[in-house]
């Protein structure tokens, strides 16, 4: 097995980049068939980290390893210095209260206005008052744009308010680390950029660490401080690093054919 | 012209052997799927017969139109090429097609993904189908033993979920279910006395027809009739909203977000079919009766005072209670099915349509296995 070809980060943070999330030796299999083995990765507070890939190479199914929505064969994942799949479910649970989750589809609770839907977690985890709590998910919706519609139903509005809404829902314990599984995914390209901004935004305000699962080259380049590449062919991560920096630098065809949309005169270009 | 001419034509292939061990396909006509697909059997034989062919080449001088029929066709017989490990040269195939079959190869073959298509032997499947039955009962008495914590919770005060939640089921499951027990129950009663009327009218005993229905109703057949109307109601229900909730990852955002589903839907929904159902058990003993009363005032002439009386008189309080105590069994599981099985839902619309069956079918299954165990039970303890 070929060790993956690491890109050094191309700007230098400002300061010394402190591990939030470790991932050792990881293995994702059902039953039988290996999905994904010998993932080993590193991702720093504060940065937003892609897990880019081909359909189907197993990045939601990541996601949700991260998650601890499902076991891995094998394999260590750290949050910190909390050992997350060793951890039993109340340690784990109290864990997740520090994430944020944004679902592919956003994922909001139907049967609930999107006040309710930003409101929950904090009527469930902190000690506010209903007035305040309401007050809390009005700004946490104007956040992402969607000031005055706290009483709609998310079957009463578009695919894109629905992805923000479910934003807003997912930064409303101020969370330490952001998973985000497509956030661009079905929003057009002027939508698509304005959530990017937001993303930094919510970075830089709020110093979460960011990991987004995502295809979109623009969001890519635009966003990612750092980054791991998974292959469905060889089953395992095939480069990491910025994933500017590895446009620029990286020997592997295969990444280099994804980086580029698979055109030709830009990899000839880049390997120049 | 001559496209023109050859596209009237249908779709046919010939075969030439030239001198350098090379076999010419010739295509030619129209190639349209709605007119079929030529087998690939011809060109195995053609290289079967003649040896030493090394190289299969085409020739699409005479070919008309041509839609996915003829890139079907050349993949298979690029395939046949392949197994016999003779080379394929595309440069007289059009050039659409070409690029067209490029695309399709971009990405190889999973053969790991393909799961064998083996067909298992009867004893096999059957074998398979009983361990899957059986590993059923474990996952609903898991899912029982999930609930029974989430529950102890809440009676230490410490379970998570919306009150109004717990409210909005009780209602659902309560006052809106009213109307169909009401119908049903009072058609059960009517029955009832019909049956015993037709036989009971022979020996004169006409009067016991208020005994039969008071027993049976409030015995057995309320709580029964109840269940069999809420496993298909409200059962259903649970599991379609939980498979939907599912199938959108709504559970998987309440699961991260530090928010135990159990508590969270399935406590209010259970709990509220655990209330709800001794009421709904009391009102249909009470529809029951009165469609007993309205045959025997009706048809047999007993007026309703003495066979209020005979009913107060058949009814006694430990078939009552009994009655009562199976309706709330009943109702958890209920509850507890369709919860079960909506959780079990796939993640496809019509994986929540299949687990909405399996809700009610599960519910009513063990309704009726829970009523035999009762009633040997009942019986030995002399109730």
Known sequence: MSEPDTVDSAQPPARRPQPHIIVRDLTIAYGDFVLMRGLNFVVNRGEVFIVMGGSGCGKSTLLRVLLGLKEPATGEIFYGDFNFIRADSEARERQLRRFGVLYQGGALWSSMTLAENVGLPLGEFTDLSSAEIREVASLKLSLVGLKGFEDYYPSQISGGMQKRAGLARAIALDPEVLFLDEPSAGLDPITSRLLDELILEIRDTLGATIVVVTHELASIFAIGDNSVFLDADSHTMIAGGNPRAMLEKTADPRVRRFLTRGDQSEQDRASR | ?383
């Open chain 2, 1 to 383: 012209m001559r496209a023109e001419h050859a596209s009237a034509e249908p779709a046919a292939v010939a075969f030439e052997r030239t001198d350098d061990a090379a076999l010419i396909v010739r295509l030619s006509g129209q190639w349209r799927m709605r007119h079929g697909l030529p087998s690939g059997d011809l060109l195995t034989r053609e290289l079967m017969r003649s040896t030493g062919i090394r190289r299969v080449a085409f020739d699409t001088s005479q070919l008309g139109a041509w839609d996915s029929a003829l890139v079907v066709f050349v993949t298979r017989i690029i395939e046949i090429c392949r197994t016999r490990k003779v080379n394929e040269d595309r440069a007289g195939l059009p050039a659409g097609l070409q690029r067209m079959l490029e695309l399709a190869e971009a990405v190889p073959d999973k053969k790991e993904a393909r799961v064998s298509a083996i067909r298992a032997s009867i004893a096999e499947r059957v074998g398979r189908a009983s361990l899957e039955y059986f590993g059923g009962v474990t996952d609903f008495i898991d899912f029982l033993g999930a609930f029974a914590i989430a529950l102890g919770r809440l009676v230490t005060g410490r379970a998570r979920f919306r009150r109004i939640d717990l409210v909005i089921e009780i209602q659902d499951c309560g006052a809106r279910a009213f109307g169909i027990v009401t119908l049903i129950s009072f058609l059960v009663g009517v029955i009832l006395a019909f049956m015993g009327a037709v036989q009971l009218q022979q020996f004169g005993a006409s009067i016991y027809v208020a005994d039969l229905v008071a027993i049976g109703m409030v015995r057995d057949m309320g709580a029964m009739m109840t269940a069999i109307i809420m496993a298909g109601r409200t059962g259903a229900a649970f599991a379609a909203q939980l498979g939907t909730m599912k199938v959108t990852q709504e559970i998987d955002a309440l699961t991260t977000m530090g928010l135990d589903p159990m508590q969270f839907l399935v406590l209010p929904r259970v709990l509220a079919l655990i209330l709800m159902m001794p009421l709904l058990c009391v009102y249909s003993d009470l529809m029951g009766i009165m469609g007993g009363a309205a045959v025997g005032a009706g048809m047999l002439n007993i007026s309703l005072t003495s066979y209020m009386r005979e009913t107060t008189a058949a009814i006694q309080l430990g078939g009552a209670f009994g009655g009562i105590f199976k309706a709330t069994v009943y109702g958890a599981i209920i509850g507890i099915a369709g919860c079960l099985r909506g959780f079990q839902c796939g993640s496809s619309s019509s994986a929540v349509g299949e687990a909405t069956t399996s809700a009610v079918v599960t519910g009513i299954v063990y309704v009726v296995v829970a009523c035999g165990i009762f009633a040997v039970l009942f019986h030995i303890l002399g109730l």
